[in-house]
């Protein structure tokens, strides 16, 4: 019988360290840059037209600086680094205008926007409170400006859910405060594009070891929220009524 090849097969071969993986490549800026133009594009056909009118325009403008100063050649050179940095610009923003369209309306959006936040606050991967009927949802962040609830949800609905989260925070921590956001396009709801920016205008007033109690405390009471396993669909699960009576 003859031998395989154990190159032919993709079997690791003798002298092969067992286990051992090749790591993945990692991803070039450009690649990065041509991924997020084409799912831009997806979503906004016009951004080519505007990347190349934004990258055109700059020129031009350093064009005629340069015809009135004498020295066109320098300030086009000059003038093309800040070109594709406009174009740069247009396509950052309108790829995060693409994102958000992509997935407003889906459960978790708002968990996902909560993400994009870098520094300053930390959120529950899953959601603190879900009414299994309507689908309505409520996250949990902890930052420097205490708690913070955001829900998903027509605002009547998200209202009872987030006051009910509410209450049981405030059993816990009684001296923190609770600030709840609606998401949404209702009255008095912010834009899930919006989010991000309107928690980290949040004033702090907890230091970082306060802070770092609070979130303490707090993964102690979610423990008693509803027992959705982790790695389960949210808008399937259903509660345990056994649970909830504390059986």
């Not at 709840?180 to 899930?192: I, S």
């Amino acid at each position: 019988m003859a031998r395989k090849n154990s190159a032919s097969t993709g079997a690791p071969s003798a002298g092969d360290p067992v286990g051992k993986q090749k790591k993945p490549k990692k991803q070039r800026w450009y690649h990065q840059v041509w991924s997020a133009y084409q799912m831009t594009r997806k979503q906004d056909p016009a951004v080519t037209w505007v990347m190349l009118g934004v990258f055109v325009g700059i020129l031009a403008v350093a064009l005629g600086i340069g015809l009135w100063w004498g020295q066109w050649v320098y300030t086009l050179i000059v003038g093309i680094p800040f070109a594709a940095l406009g174009a740069m610009f247009v396509l950052t923003r309108r790829a995060e205008r693409a994102a958000y369209q992509q997935i407003e309306g889906q459960p978790g959006a708002a968990r996902a926007a909560l993400g994009t936040i870098r520094r300053g606050w930390t959120f529950d991967e899953e959601p603190v409170a879900i009414d299994p009927r309507t689908q309505d949802l409520v996250f949990r962040g902890v930052g420097r400006a205490g708690v913070v609830l955001v829900s998903e949800g027509p605002p009547g609905r998200a209202k009872r859910l987030l006051d009910s989260e509410r209450k049981r925070v405030a059993r816990v921590l009684p001296n923190v405060p609770v600030t709840t956001v609606q998401v949404g396009d209702g009255e008095g709801q912010v834009a899930l594009p919006k989010l991000p920016r309107t928690v980290q205008k949040l004033k702090p007033t907890l230091t970082k070891p306060e802070t770092a109690q609070v979130s303490k405390r707090l993964r102690a009471l979610g423990a008693a929220r509803l027992p959705i396993p982790k790695g389960v669909d949210p808008t399937r699960a259903r509660p345990d009524r056994k649970g909830l009576k504390g059986r």
